[in-house]
């Protein structure tokens, strides 16, 4: 199943994002760190690299992803220009007081009363925005909820006399070109769950987490995970938690809805869904697929040529 989730008010939102992008200096993309690239949205890439705008991109929740990993992940998007990375968690005050000051080298021009530093928060929903807005501010000013999409105005406040600071809606893009982004940020409730399955989402979660996690896994559901594949797995924490439907089957969506809650507090421990090196081979493969496709088309129109 290919999971797509564009609800209309995101339209919308990319529209004023646009126009307000002509009116900041720095851009602080906020992404979660168990998923950097997946949760990082192609249109704000798009649009920044219009204005030609700077980035902060903080890696929420790092607190939750596996630090070897997260290491990678800073070093990769800080060889990048115009670029600074940091991890964090948006929940923890000390972590976000350094915010403004990692963005004011990315601006230097912009420092005082006369010129304020004005600073935009963008990302998917559900990944920390309103948090870390509410954690700057020091105030409630953002509504912050379990379910994605909760913020669905932009605003604009001050920080600070020498700062500004504008809180966009969480935006997807229209198509998610890649079913792993989509099942992870189902996983990782960054998609609404009238857009997907859960027990397919658990599948997923369940199959990737055997692969690179099986110890934490065998920890958190006291289950052997030798010979196990994703739904496999679900089926183990049914019997182990006692997820019984009347009759006694197995109550397979129950179970895949502990697998997913479990992840998302990371109460199965500190995990990553993709590294660099795993996201470079899922691009490459895909490349290569398109190439194929392309070349298969090409014989298909002029059948001498492959000859």
Avoid at 11 to 32: F, G, Y
Avoid at 130 to 158: F, I
Avoid at 225 to 247: H, K, S, T, Y
Avoid at 262 to 286: C, F, H, N, Q, W
Wanted: charged share 25%.
């Amino acid at each position: 199943m290919s999971i797509q989730w564009f609800p209309g008010h995101m339209t919308s939102a990319r529209k004023k994002a646009a126009e307000s992008m002509e009116r900041i200096d720095v851009v602080i993309e906020v992404l979660d760190a168990r998923l950097p690239e997946a949760s990082s949205n192609p249109m704000i890439r798009d649009l920044r690299a219009h204005r030609q705008r700077p980035c902060l991109k903080i890696l929420n929740k790092a607190d939750l992803a596996d630090p070897v990993v997260t290491a990678q992940w800073l070093a990769y998007y800080n060889a990048q220009k115009g670029v600074k990375a940091v991890a964090l968690s948006c929940k923890k005050p000390g972590d976000v007081a350094k915010v403004p000051n990692l963005c004011k080298p990315l601006a230097p021009h912009r420092a005082d009363r006369l010129k304020p530093l004005r600073m935009m928060i963008m990302g998917i929903p559900n990944v920390g925005k309103s948090t870390l807005m509410n954690a700057l501010l020091k105030k409630r000013v953002a509504k912050v909820g379990d379910e994605p999409a909760v913020t669905k105005s932009q605003q604009v406040l001050d920080l600070s006399p020498t700062m500004t600071l504008t809180d966009t809606p969480g935006m997807m893009w229209p198509k998610i070109t890649h079913d792993a982004d989509g099942f992870a940020l189902a996983a990782s409730h960054a998609i609404g769950r009238n857009a997907v399955i859960d027990e397919e989402v658990a599948n997923f979660l369940g199959g990737l987490l055997l692969a690179r996690y099986p110890a934490l896994i065998a920890k958190r559901y006291g289950v052997p995970v030798e010979g196990l594949d994703g739904p496999a797995l679900v089926e183990a924490i049914a019997r182990r938690r006692g997820c019984l439907l009347r009759g006694g089957g197995l109550d397979i969506e129950k179970a895949s809805l502990i697998l997913l809650q479990d992840y998302r507090d990371g109460a199965i421990g500190r995990v990553s869904l993709e590294t660099p090196t795993t996201r470079k081979a899922m691009l490459d493969a895909y490349a290569e697929k398109l190439a194929a496709a392309a070349q298969a088309k090409a014989d298909e129109q002029d059948p001498d040529a492959s000859e």
